[in-house]
């Protein structure tokens, strides 16, 4: 009888072990990426350039914006969201404005609009009241009539921290103008040496002067000792002996760093550190460079970078093939793709989530604990969802 409850106990120890032997090695769920709860409407989804383009924050609100195509002309649309939520609103601005560029600052968030014959308009919304004041901009109807020319503001940005705004009209041939605000509160234009029918998308404020990237020529530099603009080289990308060699002028982000600025493009692999010295300097994970025929880059480095985030000490470099830059390490560990998704165009981090505007699948979201375990595994992760 003794032998039988001893056998009776082991059996039961052995089930009791194996039961906890099996949670061990059951892996828990991983944490990836989730939808934000704005998505496209699929009606709109088989429109061509139909996505959500911009998404930026203004403490615990979201704000995003698409890129619409209704009978065969762009609608963009502005919404609203707030963190902790998966409900969004359409918010419409005044007077029927289409909203273009978002600029959030100092609690508010600042709406360029998009092309229009009643001339540039930037609004002020304050997500607190919900209201919006429009800033006046009486210099664009003196410097450039408007009777015959549509203007929209396609950046904004703070230099010496006042707005400064580059606005387009379509003059062939001409320069777009760039407008700097006055302590006063009105505009100056300074646009002089800024290349002709261009116009910056992104402007961030570096060792004293603007540094601008335009949509096709590169950045170019406001020195405010002369108030003109002077363009700057292009990097050069060089691995693998020389054998691989590009250069580009489609700078799309840049941010400081301890060195100076670190820059992305949309057809360059990977940062490119800016120095005082204005030289640049690749950083691109060549060790794992992969050569095919077509000469094409593969690698743990985005493949193009359109929106780069400060993240404990790091960078994130959102795009094709995003990933998370150490500098100290000169180390990428690339992200967690989002199926279907080639790029990822913009993106904002808000306490511990990361939000990315994923085009055709919407507002995407991933906590930050995805990203603490990455760096700390030094692995690349992949097919980790929700």
Not at 13 to 21: F, P, Q, T, W
Not at 73 to 80: A, D, N, S, V
Not at 221 to 228: E, L, P, Q, V
């Amino acid at each position: 009888m003794k032998w039988l409850l001893f056998a009776l106990l082991i059996f039961l120890g052995a089930c009791s072990s194996k039961d906890k032997s099996s949670e061990n090695l059951t892996p828990k769920k991983a944490l990836g990426w989730t939808s934000a709860g704005l998505s496209v409407d699929a009606s709109d989804a088989a429109a061509i350039g139909t996505g959500i383009e911009s998404v930026t924050s203004v403490g615990e609100y979201l704000f995003a914006r698409n890129d619409r195509v209704l009978d065969g002309e762009r609608r963009y649309q502005l919404f609203i969201g707030k963190v902790g939520s998966l409900l969004w609103k359409e918010l419409e601005l005044p007077d029927g404005d289409v909203p273009n560029v978002l600029f959030a600052d100092s609690g508010m968030l600042f709406v360029g609009t998009y092309w229009s014959h009643g001339g540039a308009h930037l609004w002020k919304f304050n997500p607190q009241t919900e209201t919006w004041t429009e800033f006046l901009l009486p210099e664009v109807s003196k410097a450039y009539p408007i009777s015959d020319t549509a203007y929209g503001i396609d950046g904004i940005a703070k230099f010496q921290g006042r707005l400064v705004l580059s606005l387009s009209h379509g003059k062939m041939g001409e320069r777009n103008p760039i407008y700097f605000e006055q302590p006063d509160g009105s505009w100056k234009i300074f646009n002089e040496g800024f290349p002709a029918e261009e116009s910056f998308m992104r402007a961030v404020e570096w060792n004293g002067s603007l540094f601008a990237m335009t949509y096709g020529n590169g950045i170019v530099r406001f020195d405010t000792s002369c108030t003109k603009w002077k363009a700057l080289s292009a990097p050069q990308l060089v691995c693998e002996n020389g054998t691989w060699n590009a250069s580009s002028t489609l700078a799309r982000d840049a941010v400081q760093n301890e060195n100076g600025l670190l820059v992305g493009y949309a057809n360059l692999e990977g940062f490119f550190g800016l120095s005082e010295a204005e030289t640049w300097t690749p950083k691109v994970d060549c060790s794992l460079l992969l050569q095919n025929e077509d000469v094409q880059l593969l690698s743990r480095s985005p493949a193009s970078v359109y929106r780069i985030l400060p993240f404990q000490n790091r960078f994130i470099a959102l795009g094709e093939g995003s990933a998370i830059y150490s500098p100290k390490e000169n180390r990428w560990n690339a992200l967690p793709p989002i199926p279907g998704v080639a790029e990822i165009l913009d993106g904002v981090l808000v306490k511990d989530t990361l939000y990315v505007a994923a085009f055709q699948k919407g507002v995407m979201k991933l906590p930050t604990s995805s990203l603490d375990s990455l760096l700390q595994n030094q692995t690349v992760l992949s097919e980790v969802f929700e």
